[in-house]
């Protein structure tokens, strides 16, 4: 398997509507991915295996020091396979690279592994509200 990552790469936003639904199993919605990155995103990473996008991870920021990933999905048959770490390494490359500072995460539980043992991340104190 040769899988190639792109920083801002293009993508079809119906192949990342199903990608979502895939990774995430839940049925294909009708986002606007490419009006909501360009928008809102510092970047964000594509990975691709012969042409068909098969990863994916958002890069938002604050126009300065932070930095968010956000929507880190990998194709079922791709999952625990390294791709997620890739593609969150390639994202704090980026967003070094932009001369972030900080790059920040929050997950479900059952995701801690994944970001704390495979991507590097250290666990910090945290606040949520529920809107």
Same mark, same amino acid.
């Given at each position: 398997m040769t899988?190639?990552? #792109? +920083?801002?790469?293009?993508? $079809?936003?119906?192949?990342l509507n199903a990608l979502h639904a895939d990774g995430f199993a839940h049925p294909a919605a009708q986002t606007d991915w490419q009006t909501r990155l360009e928008r809102h995103s510092l970047g964000w990473? =594509?990975? +691709? @295996?012969?042409?068909?996008?098969?990863?994916?991870?958002?890069?938002? +920021? $604050?126009?300065?020091?932070?930095?968010?990933?956000? $929507?880190?999905?990998?194709?079922?048959?791709?999952?625990? #396979?390294?791709?997620?770490?890739?593609?969150?390494?390639?994202?704090?490359? @980026?967003?070094?690279?932009?001369? =972030? @500072?900080?790059?920040?995460?929050d997950f479900d539980e059952h995701l801690r592994p994944f970001y704390l043992d495979a991507c590097g991340f250290k666990e910090t104190a945290a606040g949520l509200i529920a809107l």
């Open positions: 899988i190639t990552y #792109q +920083w801002r790469g293009a993508f $079809d936003n119906a192949a990473v =594509c990975a +691709w @295996e012969e042409g068909t996008l098969m990863g994916f991870v958002n890069v938002i +920021w $604050d126009g300065g020091a932070h930095a968010f990933i956000l $929507d880190t999905v990998v194709a079922r048959h791709h999952q625990a #396979q390294g791709v997620g770490a890739a593609l969150v390494a390639a994202a704090a490359r @980026e967003a070094r690279a932009a001369k =972030c @500072e900080w790059l920040h995460v």
